[in-house]
């Protein structure tokens, strides 16, 4: 079962715009990870942020947490083409493994 | 390049028929873990093994196995395959047992006609 649901499921955005990709989860964590997908291929991990944080910067992504509401966000900044692909957060708690959600596909218009 | 690779790139076989799948984790990881992806049921964890033993189990039919090896690598097999079968396979370690950062393979993905 998914643990983490994206909002949107697809994002359009024109270069230089912002993006922003919003997780719901439902159980207690220990971090929150973002990962992202180009097509077809691997997944890549972003960034993590910890149940003890409320926000974590790594270049031109910013990730909020609340823990209250069980939720993150991941902003993308002046967005690039290149930033097309899938993203995608995963719970963590204590030795189990990663849930992924479906994901969110963002399409960076040049 | 993650460090984690996988082979093959692509399988192609018939609904019955058995297939392996292979990763080697980075250098240095214990833990690998493999995970199927599908259009309908995203991203789906499987199984995990820590250094050799299994550690966690996930949506994993009873048709598949894995195991992973005294060098760490690992192999995931897939018997009696149906259609329903075809979807990317992943392999991902990482360095602890725990839910940390996950360094995933390129994946194989797997077409059953």
């Known amino acids: ?110 | 390049d993650s460090g984690v690779t996988q082979t093959p790139k692509h399988l192609i076989t018939a609904t019955g028929q058995r297939v392996t799948l292979r990763c080697s984790p980075r250098s240095g990881d214990l833990s690998v873990y493999w995970y199927q992806q599908s259009l309908d049921q995203g991203l789906q964890f499987l199984i995990q093994y820590y250094n050799g033993e299994e550690r966690a189990k996930g949506n994993i039919l009873e048709r598949f196995s894995a195991q992973q090896f005294p060098d760490l690598h690992s192999e995931l097999n897939l018997s009696s395959l149906e259609l329903g079968d075809s979807a990317l396979y992943f392999c991902a370690s990482s360095g602890t047992s725990g839910s940390e950062v996950l360094f995933f393979g390129p994946g194989t993905r797997l077409t059953v006609l």
């Not at chain 1, 944080?53 to 002046?78: F, M, N, P, Q």
Request: proline letters at 2%.
């Open chain 1, 1 to 110: 079962s998914q643990q983490g649901e994206e909002d949107p499921q697809a994002l359009s955005i024109q270069e230089g715009e912002n993006a922003t990709m919003n997780c719901s989860y439902k159980t207690s964590i220990n971090n929150l990870q973002w990962y992202r997908q180009n097509s077809g291929r691997g997944l890549v991990h972003l960034i993590l942020i910890r149940s003890n944080e409320r926000e974590k910067h790594s270049g031109r992504l910013r990730v909020t947490l609340d823990t209250s509401k069980k939720s993150s966000s991941l902003l993308i900044t002046a967005s690039r083409a290149a930033d097309t692909a899938s993203y995608f957060c995963a719970t963590g708690a204590g030795s189990y493994q990663l849930t992924f959600g479906k994901g969110t596909k963002l399409s960076v218009i040049p």
